[in-house]
């Protein structure tokens, strides 16, 4: 790490923060997890890799994490979570991710836990399934599912559609859940002109977020994405975290993710806050100006 930040954040406003990524998926979870270590007011005690598909998965997660951290430069644990969905998990014991959430949420301690899930949410709903006494004892701030008044049976939400019974499991159990839908967190636009010039520079980790992105961008898996531009869907968890206006959100039933992803309400659900919109000036902004001023400088 090159610099340090010059200035701090009141004991009193910082938070426990558990980020769990399915990061070796696509591009945009290594930016995300690296404005949350670079952030001050975010005391991430875990990092956890979550699947994404199939149990091979979550090693191929957990190894993008330690190459993210070694870039960064940051030491911060890093667990393995569930090998594969819940059904493909059934009968086997708590992973290491979900042991360490059940801990960190009993833990007496001041300062809030919010888990910050930016993929498939596989290893919070086994934590519960395995510890049902964490419940309220820590937030959930999710990117997944579909505008409930908007179906789109045509789109395949990809992080509810990883595990869709995990899905309803932590929708429907009444904790503290924040959700970013898809046509919330698909607005995060940035196209690659800028990522060169603003982050490629930005030491190791700058390098790695901009090849990472671009090596993706130009391979087999990339026909959805527009091929000059992204979204970065996965850093509203952050910025929200960091400053939970900086989005309009309501409190509506939790919805109930279908079989093809679409979502419905069901009667009696649980409130949950649901947001209508997230500042990207102010997320992307906050990311990109903390690897400047972190890592800024010549190319690595």
Known sequence: MKNQLQYDVPENKKIRVIVDTDAACEADDPFAIAQALMSKKLEVKALFAEQFGGPETTKKSYDEIITILSCMEMDVPVFMGEEGNLQQVQGKPLSEAGAFLAQEAMREEEKPLFVLCLGAIT??????????????????????????????????????????????????????????PFH??????????????????????????????????????????????????????????????????????APFVNPDTTCTEKEHAPLIRVYENIDSRFVLEDMMCKLELMYGGEKA
């Open 184 to 253: 919330v967190y698909s607005t995060m636009h940035i196209s690659l002109a800028e990522i060169e010039r603003r982050i490629y520079p930005c030491g190791k980790i700058g390098k790695h977020l901009f090849e990472n992105m671009v090596h993706y961008n130009m391979g087999p898996h990339a026909g959805w994405t527009a091929g000059e531009s992204w979204s970065l869907g996965d850093n509203p968890a952050v910025g929200l975290a960091i400053s939970p206006t900086c989005g309009k959100y309501c409190m509506r039933p």
């Open 123 to 180: 290893n919070v709903a086994r934590a519960m399934q395995f510890h049902p006494e964490i419940k309220g004892k820590f937030t959930v701030i999710w990117i997944g599912g579909q505008d409930v008044d908007h179906p789109n049976p045509d789109l395949r939400e990809f992080n509810s559609g990883n595990d869709i019974e995990a899905a309803n499991f932590v929708l429907q159990s009444g904790i503290d859940l924040w959700l970013v």
